[in-house]
Structure formats: structure tokens, C-alpha cells
């Protein structure tokens, strides 16, 4: 599982209450089936986090170093398509031949593709993929791997039958909402090159933030501010995902090389595109940790927990990697208020927005 090894990727969602009591009770009555009941339409239900054919959801399963830790469950079966082809390839040259007719009708073309799916299908292994969560009960945050807008879709659904409450996935907007009751929706455009009409940018607050963030970390590199977080590092780093709604190229994506120090990056800055996704790393005293952040979700791709010093046994090593995701979180989530509070503020932002065009203007560009 992810969150135990390796590099990890994840949604923030908030809880807007404390689990219920007692908290296994609804996702034991919405406990995956058994595979040999799954069929050809996908199947959803929750097992444990030791494993995705853990059934027994139980306190003792469910719980790792105090942390609770399950996992929804999708299981499929599905005959790969070459094969599939092949079959059906083979039952047309043996009608043919049988027939002595050039081809077959369409129509029975469609029957002899069911009468094939009808045979194959129950002799198909189940697929099976799983979103794995982890929660600590007196933390008001969940971290999910529940990526895309489909995935975050049903793992909220499910979640909330579970629960009895919906959570709430953080985004820029939900989260301006929560953390400062800030509608983002009401924010007036704005343009970070002199040469671009506000109305041509892309409005969205996760690309102001991105951009924001990339500003600061060339300005204030070792203290951009995290607000009750205190202050922060953070670096930079290609891959770069610029956008800007309306003619020419909607997205460009800088790799190899300096893509910070290109002349392509300052070329998008100046034609009024902004920062959607990079990689950035947090640094706090002598720690750095690095992800990928989306500025649309705010998702976190591909984080690389700290390895410990000293040899860790299993418990905990997960803990001591659950307490760097929380703290990222948290750092996130505090540089995004900090934000927050200059976008919503009409001076402080205006005053901000022509330092970000004077920067983008100015920047060198490495050869």
C-alpha cells in the first residue's frame, strides 16, 4: 500500500465532524462482496488497508500505529480485447467456412459477440484496484488516494454512506471557503504581465496561487509565509504546466533543462499564462520534501517521505510517514491562506499583482 512504502499521492479531504460511534459499523455494512460474485460492471465496497482481499474489517485489522486505514474496493472482470478479438475472429472464419457465405451480417456479428462474452467472462480473473484512506481519529483530515474528479467522485460517495456526512474534498475554492469564508467566485481577474487584459487569463484561484508561490519562492525563497504555519521554503522546479484560456497554445508543459530560468517560461509569463503544476519542495529547517502539486485540486503527486535516521519497525515507520503527510498538509494549507489573505484584500493584492508583472518582466534567462 502507498502510504506504507515508496512515494506517495493523495487528496486532502476535511471532515466537517468527528466520525460516528461506533466508526467500522458502516463500512462493515458496506463491505466489499465476494469476488466470485463481481460480474462485468465494476463493484465497489470496502475492505481493509493490510491488503485489497481483507475482508474482515475489524479493529484490529483496521488500525495501524492509531491511525484508521481502509480501502474502497473495485473489482471487474473484463476479457482483454485481443482476446476477445481473436475469439470473435476465429468463430467468423469457422461460420464462413461453414456458410460458404463472404461474411457475416452485422446482426449476427453482435449475437456472436455476446455468445462469446457469455462463455469467456465468468473465467476472467476480477481486477481489482483500490483508494486506500488514512484518518486520525482526533485529526479533522482525511488523506486519500483518490486522484481524478471520477475517482474523488465515488470515494466521496461511498465515503459518505459510510459516515453519514458528506466529507469535503480540499480545493482551492472549498478550502477558501472553509479556512477564511472567502468565495473565490467573486474575486476580480487579474493579469500578471502588463501586456495581457485581466479578462484573457485564466481566472481559477489555483493558478493565482501557483504562480503567487512560484513569485515568492524566486523573491522570498527561505520565508514565504505559511500562515499559522509560520514561514516556509520552497523551491521551484520543472516540470512546469502553464495555461491561459482563449487563442494560441491553452497549455504548454517546460521539461528537461532550467524550465524556471527558460526563455519559454518567461515568454508564457509576459502572454499572460499562468502556473497550474510543477514540482515544488517545502523546506523547513533542514527537511525538504518534494511533490508534484496541481494548483486546480490541489492534489499532491508522487510526496517522497523523509527515511528516518535510525531503523524504524513497521508501525513505526508508517507513523513517522503519516506525521510528515500531516505536516506537509498543514504547510500547504498554510501557504494557501497566506494567499488567500493577500487575494482577497483589493490594495494588498493590487500592489502584489504589479510586483508579480515586474517579475516576470525582469526575469534572466539561463542559456
Not at 465476494?34 to 475492505?47: A, E, S
Not at 474534498?169 to 477558501?176: D, G, K, L, N
Request: aromatic share 8%; glycine share 6%.
Amino acid at each position: 500500500m502507498p502510504f506504507e512504502t515508496g512515494s506517495i499521492s493523495f487528496r486532502m479531504y476535511h471532515l466537517p465532524r468527528p466520525l460516528p460511534e461506533p466508526v467500522l459499523d458502516g463500512f462493515v455494512d458496506r463491505v466489499a462482496p465476494p469476488l466470485d460474485t463481481v460480474k462485468d460492471q465494476p463493484v465497489y465496497g470496502w475492505v481493509t488497508g493490510r491488503h485489497l482481499l481483507d475482508r474482515q474489517i475489524d479493529e484490529n485489522n483496521s488500525y495501524l500505529a492509531g491511525y484508521l486505514r481502509l480501502c474502497l474496493l473495485q473489482a471487474e472482470r473484463k476479457i482483454p480485447n485481443s482476446l476477445l478479438q481473436a475469439e470473435m475472429k476465429q468463430e467468423e472464419l469457422i461460420r464462413i467456412a461453414v456458410s460458404g457465405n463472404a461474411h457475416i451480417p452485422r446482426r449476427e456479428k453482435v449475437e456472436m459477440k455476446q455468445e462469446i462474452v457469455d462463455r469467456l467472462l465468468h473465467s476472467m480473473p476480477p481486477q481489482l484496484k483500490g483508494m486506500t484512506f488514512v484518518h486520525r481519529p482526533e485529526d479533522g483530515y482525511l488523506f486519500a488516494e483518490s486522484l481524478t474528479e471520477k475517482q474523488v467522485d465515488i470515494f466521496t460517495s461511498y465515503l459518505r454512506e459510510a459516515l453519514g456526512f458528506p466529507p469535503q474534498v480540499i480545493t482551492p475554492e472549498s478550502w477558501a471557503m472553509q479556512s477564511q469564508h472567502t468565495d473565490v467566485n467573486n474575486w476580480v481577474p487579474c493579469s500578471f504581465s502588463e501586456e495581457v487584459e485581466p479578462e484573457r487569463t485564466s481566472p481559477l484561484a489555483g493558478h493565482d496561487f501557483m504562480t503567487w508561490l512560484w513569485y515568492q519562492s524566486e523573491t522570498y525563497p527561505d520565508k514565504i509565509p505559511a500562515g499559522k504555519e509560520g514561514h516556509v521554503g520552497v523551491m521551484i522546479e520543472g516540470p512546469l504546466t502553464l495555461v491561459m484560456e482563449g487563442g494560441g497554445a491553452h497549455e504548454i508543459t517546460l521539461r528537461k533543462g532550467n524550465p524556471t530560468q527558460s526563455s519559454e517560461a518567461k515568454a508564457c509569463l509576459l502572454a499572460g499564462k499562468k502556473l497550474r503544476k510543477a514540482t515544488i519542495n517545502l523546506v523547513r529547517g533542514e527537511k525538504v520534501w518534494r511533490m508534484t502539486l496541481d494548483g486546480e485540486t490541489l492534489a499532491i503527486r508522487g510526496l517522497k517521505p523523509l527515511t528516518p535516521e535510525e531503523n524504524l519497525d513497521f508501525i513505526s515507520r508508517f507513523q513517522d510517514r503519516m506525521i510528515q503527510v500531516e505536516l506537509v498538509g498543514q504547510l500547504l494549507r498554510g501557504l494557501f491562506d497566506a494567499f488567500v489573505e493577500e487575494r482577497k484584500d483589493p490594495e494588498r493584492w493590487g500592489k502584489r499583482v504589479k510586483e508579480i508583472q515586474a517579475w516576470a518582466k525582469a526575469r534572466t534567462v539561463a542559456y
